[in-house]
Nanobody, 123 residues
Framework: QVHLVESGGGLVQAGGSLRLSCAAS????????MGWFRQAPGKEREFVAA????????DYTDSVKGRFTISRDNAKNTVYLQMNSLNPEDTAVYYC????????????????WGQGTQVTVSS
């Protein structure tokens, strides 16, 4: 079992930045690739970014490339999502998730999920 807790969400103006953190506990963190997903009201959960076990590979959905950066610190059992140049379309609940696969952008391939953290971007 892997327990995930997100933090760092909040209200920010368009053009601003936030850094989300996801702290993991339980099984060996470095055995899991990590992903960030988001879900806006009335919309399906969508992939945002993922990072492989060691951090060697990262993937992003097109709409956040160049603005968001995913990283991890295996010594701290934590994955981060640095979000810059935020716009109102980024407003959503952001979830971190863990998978034993090397990489995936499919939510149904992730085994463990956090409770989510709200990000609201005002125009």
């Amino acid at each position: 079992q892997v327990h995930l807790v997100e933090s760092g969400g909040g209200l920010v103006q368009a053009g601003g930045s936030l850094r989300l953190s996801c702290a993991a506990s339980g099984r060996t963190f470095s055995n899991y690739s990590m992903g960030w997903f988001r879900q806006a009201p009335g919309k399906e959960r969508e992939f945002v970014a993922a990072i492989s076990w060691s951090g060697a590979r990262t993937d992003y959905t097109d709409s956040v490339k160049g603005r968001f950066t995913i990283s991890r610190d295996n010594a701290k059992n934590t994955v981060y999502l640095q979000m810059n140049s935020l716009n109102p379309e980024d407003t959503a609940v952001y979830y971190c998730a863990a998978t034993r696969l090397y990489r995936s952008d499919h939510a149904n391939q992730y085994d463990y999920w956090g409770q989510g953290t709200q990000v609201t971007v005002s125009s």
